[in-house]
């Protein structure tokens, strides 16, 4: 019997939920899952715009559901549409964060305040729901969508480097917890990346001259850079990967 070498990294019949959809990373992220094969359930705070036309334009079905992920009374009815109208979610995907960048002494607690809210209490909870359902049926995959800020230090975002610290550790402590359950956790940590939110600071000539200069193979990431990371942890390829953090950072942390 011949045995198969080439690895699975297809997506093809799971159904996979990404919160913080509707723009940046996490929209590439939805588009990325649904071209590898997965049915979408898109979180968005506002509105998806054209999201869901695309998704089903590569074949896919595409559920678009609003939350305000600060709004943590909210979670359980938005898993419980998603899974009415899917069945099961076999891939989550949190995305959704935040930062106010400010010098430690300068920070205001309402800032504080949402940037915690936003980046670990929403993502605690929103993960605690959608594992729930993973574990009734001992099979899902969970991807936290974290940072570089988690690992290197960052001036003026204490907060914020804080913050991915805690998923990196929360991923680490969920992978030990609810692996014998059959769930798998990871996290993905991105340097700057080209988005709509990091434009104004990276078209900043001396802004975009001082980033990249911590960044060894010397470049900006793109949103592919960091959504080939989070198909191959939500893949078949992945199986055996367990509390690990991807960084996605062109060698900024090491160097």
């Known amino acids: 019997m011949s045995e198969n070498f080439a690895p699975d990294?297809?997506?093809?019949?799971?159904?996979?939920?990404?919160?913080?959809?509707?723009?940046?990373?996490?929209?590439?992220?939805?588009?990325?899952?649904?071209?590898?094969?997965?049915?979408?359930i898109a979180i968005v705070r506002?509105?998806?715009?054209?999201?869901?036309a695309i998704i089903e334009a590569l074949g896919r079905r595409a559920l678009l559901l609003k939350l305000d992920i600060t709004k943590t009374s909210e979670i359980e009815s938005i898993v419980q549409?998603?899974?009415?109208?899917?069945?099961?979610?076999?891939?989550?995907?949190?995305?959704?964060?935040?930062?106010?960048?400010?010098?430690?002494?300068?920070?205001?607690?309402?800032?504080?305040?949402?940037?915690?809210?936003?980046?670990?209490?929403?993502?605690?909870?929103?993960?605690?729901?959608?594992?729930?359902?993973m574990i009734a049926r001992k099979s899902g995959r969970i991807v936290n969508i974290s940072s570089q800020a988690g690992t290197v230090t960052l001036r003026g975002e204490a907060v914020y480097c804080m913050t991915k610290a805690?998923?990196?550790?929360?991923?680490?402590?969920?992978?030990?917890?609810?692996?014998?359950?059959?769930?798998?956790v990871n996290s993905?940590?991105?340097t700057f990346i080209w988005t709509d939110g990091t434009r104004p600071y990276l078209s900043d000539p001396d802004s975009f001259?001082?980033?990249?200069?911590?960044?060894?193979?010397?470049?900006?990431?793109?949103?592919?850079?960091?959504?080939?990371?989070?198909?191959?942890?939500?893949?078949?390829?992945?199986?055996?990967i367990n509390g690990a953090d991807l960084l996605v950072d062109g060698g900024w942390s090491v160097a």
Request: with cysteine; glycine share 10%; hydrophobic share 50%.
């Open 166 to 184: 805690a998923i990196n550790h929360l991923t680490r402590c969920l992978a030990v917890e609810w692996a014998p359950l059959g769930l798998a």
């Open 81 to 133: 549409q998603a899974i009415a109208h899917f069945g099961r979610i076999d891939v989550l995907v949190n995305n959704v964060g935040i930062a106010r960048d400010d010098l430690a002494q300068d920070v205001k607690e309402a800032d504080f305040d949402l940037v915690l809210a936003t980046n670990v209490k929403g993502t605690f909870f929103m993960t605690q729901a959608v594992a729930k359902t």
């Open 46 to 52: 506002d509105d998806g715009g054209d999201l869901g």
């Open 188 to 190: 993905v940590s991105p």
């Open 9 to 40: 990294f297809s997506l093809q019949g799971k159904v996979a939920m990404v919160t913080g959809a509707g723009r940046g990373i996490g929209r590439a992220c939805a588009l990325a899952c649904a071209a590898a094969g997965a049915d979408i």
């Open 209 to 240: 001259r001082q980033t990249v200069a911590h960044i060894p193979v010397g470049r900006v990431g793109e949103t592919k850079d960091v959504t080939g990371a989070v198909v191959f942890l939500a893949s078949p390829a992945a199986s055996l």
